[in-house]
């Protein structure tokens, strides 16, 4: 069996989700007791946070931290067999880019040999950038993708100023001469093909559309959630959602 890129940490625990507070903390139910744990999306998550639905949270890597849990997961469709794991970690497309950089399972950045994460370039830091020798330099912008509409994988779930900025930086780098890549990451089974969500956000889907037109590269991986962790599937080929 292939090891998983990304496991989750030993330790993690299962609850009841109850509600979702000021965005960035989450109320679950474990054993009885009220628990508290921190969510670093900062989209909608639109459809995953029923009340009542199990979530999967990690422990804190730092123990003194104010919130003792990371939220990781949702299930989606119940506990049943028809139900699976959604991720909800943010940060979790960097950790996968990259991981899977290093174990050769990025085919369409064979041949770079460095991968540098947070890089600066003009007014935008971006995720990663990738050289190798003879090779235009690889910008990698990620982003985590946990809603699906009628078969489709949606990017975003919530209005993105920020992701707008970044398809225009993209653009510009392809205009350079280098290459630009987005990473998105799918983290649930459900979605057959990925586009970006125009009815969400009108301006990032035709900006979205102009930067493959452009030859921006998109890489819209499915990642393959479990309660073990997150591996990396297959690319979800384009589609418009209307």
Not at 15 to 41: A, L, P, Q
Not at 86 to 100: F, K, L, Q, Y
Not at 125 to 137: E, F, I, S, V
Not at 141 to 150: A, G, R, W
């Amino acid at each position: 069996m292939r090891k998983i890129l990304l496991p989750y940490p030993a330790g993690c625990a299962t609850g009841t989700f109850v509600r979702r507070v000021k965005r960035f903390s989450v109320e679950m139910t474990r054993d009885g007791e009220s628990v508290w744990v921190h969510s670093n999306n900062s989209g909608s998550m639109l459809g995953l946070l029923r009340p009542g639905a199990t979530m999967l949270a990690s422990p804190a890597a730092n123990p003194d931290r104010k919130l003792a849990w990371t939220h990781e997961a949702m299930r989606c469709h119940g506990d049943g067999p028809q139900g699976f794991w959604v991720g909800v970690n943010t940060s979790v497309p960097n950790r996968m880019v990259e991981a899977a950089f290093h174990a050769g399972r990025l085919p369409w950045a064979q041949g770079y040999e460095t991968f540098r994460r947070e890089r600066k370039r003009g007014d935008s830091r971006l995720d990663a950038r990738l050289d190798g020798p003879g090779l235009p330099t690889l910008w990698v912008e990620c982003k985590n993708v946990t809603m699906v509409e009628d078969d489709v994988a949606c990017f975003p779930d919530a209005v993105t100023e920020r992701g707008s900025k970044h398809l225009r930086e993209m653009m510009d780098i392809v205009s350079r001469g280098e290459r630009a890549a987005m990473f998105y990451l799918v983290q649930r089974p459900d979605g057959v093909c990925f586009g970006p969500a125009d009815v969400i956000d009108p301006q990032y889907a035709a900006l979205f559309w102009e930067a493959v037109d452009a030859g921006v590269e998109m890489y819209p991986h499915r990642g393959i959630v479990s309660p073990a962790g997150i591996d990396l599937g297959e690319v979800l080929p384009l589609t418009r959602c209307r």
